[in-house]
């Protein structure tokens, strides 16, 4: 199993940018996936996730009409296009595998796999 997550970079509050997590190793569709992320000395936190066949969303309080997490089965792609963006989205922002075919995890430690990250800094 592998996750690369690409689409990080530097930018100004209120600019958007689009995450990509590339997978690759496992039946992609079978699985529920999601975006973390982790700022300076903080735990890694709950971003949004999305079901195996993409018609379910959930998303964190923090960023729910700001972030919207997507799928592209033909390409074993996930998406986080993140508009609006505050300093307080500056993190590294991580791809995860859900353990289960049948959850939607908001906790970390329901991922099995995760990818190395990409970080995100907003600028005020």
């Known amino acids: 199993v592998q996750l690369v997550e690409t689409g990080g970079g530097v930018v100004q509050a209120e600019d958007s940018l689009r995450l990509s997590c590339a997978a690759s190793?496992?039946?992609?569709?079978?699985?529920?996936m999601g975006w973390f992320r982790q700022a300076p000395g903080k735990e890694r936190e709950f971003v949004a996730s999305?079901?195996?066949?993409?018609?379910?969303?959930d998303y964190s309080d923090s960023v729910k009409g700001r972030f919207t997490i997507s799928r592209d089965s033909a390409k074993n792609t996930v998406y986080l296009q993140m508009n609006s963006l505050r300093p307080e989205d500056t993190a590294v922002y991580y791809c995860?595998?859900?353990?289960?075919?049948?959850?939607?995890?908001?906790?970390?430690?329901?991922?099995?796999?995760w990818g190395k990250g990409t970080l995100v800094t907003v600028s005020s």
């Open positions: 999305i079901s195996g066949g993409g018609g379910s969303t």
């Open positions: 995860g595998r859900d353990r289960s075919r049948y959850s939607m995890s908001r906790n970390s430690a329901g991922m099995d796999y």
């Open positions: 190793g496992f039946t992609f569709s079978y699985y529920s």
